[in-house]
């Protein structure tokens, strides 16, 4: 029988092991020489970590055997409830491109051995820890937190944040990808602990699987990503949370709303990411100099209305707004003549209202995005000192879009 102070050193020395196996693997990955190397021995590292974890006597998790289905049922709905969001991002902002996975059926039983053992291998790790933490400690929340840091750390890309180099990019990778790593962790030792190991395996299997397999996906904008990546994994934990407390009886009495509420709360959230990445008819932008001062000020967001037909092109007037693209720049400037060839085809000459001369190239139909409906000051500033750092090209002069 393994004593309490046991059953946390063993997680502990798991846990170190599993840090330095990663670390290992990260670093070596970077090496193209090393790289096909890694790819083999990690899967097998991890299958062999579950091994050892299988044979150990392990602590028993809080979970009820009773509630063991009703935690695999909703492992499964959360997991198809994320890629039905995240496809419907996609087929909306019209982000969907093709996968960049081998889906060969010998690519396919590829990414099936790189996927599965690390999935199962952390999974067991955390419920190992977790079990350990509520057996042998006087603080097992706080330990059950620590862990899941630490777990959703060493998932993150760690080539890519060495490569970092502006205080932008930073900002990306923390909204990208640790923040949204960390609360899934997070989530996925909330799974655990109310519902054992397997809806957790089942939860990650389900959408790295589906991810792999499936020959187009969406590709979000890094602000869509992010949004949900940290809303879905913060309501669904609480949703995780509250049928734990209908099992267990734990229930709070005269709160019988606090489920809806959960619902209600994550599609406002999932609802206000796809509003800034531009699903809905009307979109906001980022203003990131002076040239349309005094009316909008650097760090204002301007909400723009989208132009989605031809039609809609014979409207525009001379002193509306547009905003349009300029290679791979937005813009958004004032129309100051509206010129009409034989055919009838538009176009637009626009300028800055802070400008000295008008921008030297005309605007075309296809360039348009949409006109400006309204302007909301200030709540840009941080974008704004984001991207501080960056040079913006000679006659360039407005914003970008996420």
């Known amino acids: 029988m393994i ?13 170190g092991v599993a840090i330095s196996a990663t670390l290992f693997y990260r670093i070596s990955s970077a090496n193209s020489f090393l790289k096909g190397y890694c790819s083999f021995w990690y899967p097998l590292f991890w299958f062999g970590l579950t091994l050892i974890v299988l044979y ?49 059926p010998k690519g396919i039983l590829i990414n099936f051995r790189d996927l599965l053992p690390p999935i199962v291998g952390f999974e067991l790790l955390r419920a190992y820890t977790i079990g350990a933490a509520c057996r042998g400690s006087r603080y097992p929340h706080l330990w059950i937190i620590l862990e899941a840091l630490i777990l959703g750390t060493m998932q993150l890309p760690f080539a890519k944040f060495a490569a970092l180099q502006t205080s932008e990019s930073l900002f990306i990778f923390l909204a990208k990808d640790l923040l949204p790593s960390l609360v899934q962790s997070g989530f996925l030792s909330i799974l655990v602990y109310c519902g054992g190991v397997f809806p957790a395996i089942l939860y990650r299997s389900v959408i790295s699987i589906f991810l792999h397999i499936f020959p187009f996906l969406p590709s979000l904008p890094w602000i869509g990503d992010s949004v949900l990546g940290i809303a879905f994994p913060v309501f669904a934990s609480l949703f995780i949370w509250e049928q734990y407390g209908y099992v267990t009886h734990r229930k709070i009495r005269g709160k019988p709303e606090s489920l809806p509420q959960t619902a209600i709360t994550l599609i ?45 092109i014979y409207f525009l007037s001379e002193s509306d707004i547009i905003n349009f693209k300029r290679g791979n720049i937005v813009i958004t400037h004032r129309i100051i003549q509206i010129l009409c060839d034989e055919n009838g085809n538009l176009s637009f000459r626009t300028k800055g209202d802070n400008n000295d001369t008008e921008d030297p190239e005309v605007v075309y139909p296809n360039d348009i995005k949409g006109i400006v409906d309204h302007t909301v000051p200030k709540i840009g500033l941080p974008v704004l000192w984001l991207r501080g750092q960056r040079s913006i090209p000679e006659g360039v002069t407005d914003n970008e879009t996420p």
Request: charged letters at 15%; glycine letters at 8%.
């Open 3 to 15: 004593s309490r102070r046991n059953y946390g050193l063993t997680a502990f020395l798991l846990t």
């Open 56 to 104: 150990l006597p392990r602590p028993h998790l809080p979970a009820r055997l009773r509630s063991g289905e009703l935690f695999v049922g909703l492992a499964l709905s959360c997991a198809a409830v994320f890629i039905f969001v995240q496809f419907l991002a996609g087929f909306l902002l019209k982000k969907i491109a093709a996968s960049p996975y081998d889906l060969s």
């Open 268 to 312: 406002l959230c999932i609802t206000f990411g796809w509003f800034v990445v531009g699903v809905f008819p009307v979109y906001p932008s980022v203003i990131l100099t002076g040239s349309m001062e005094p009316d909008i000020k650097p760090g204002d967001v301007v909400l723009i209305e989208k132009i989605r037909t031809e039609q809609e």
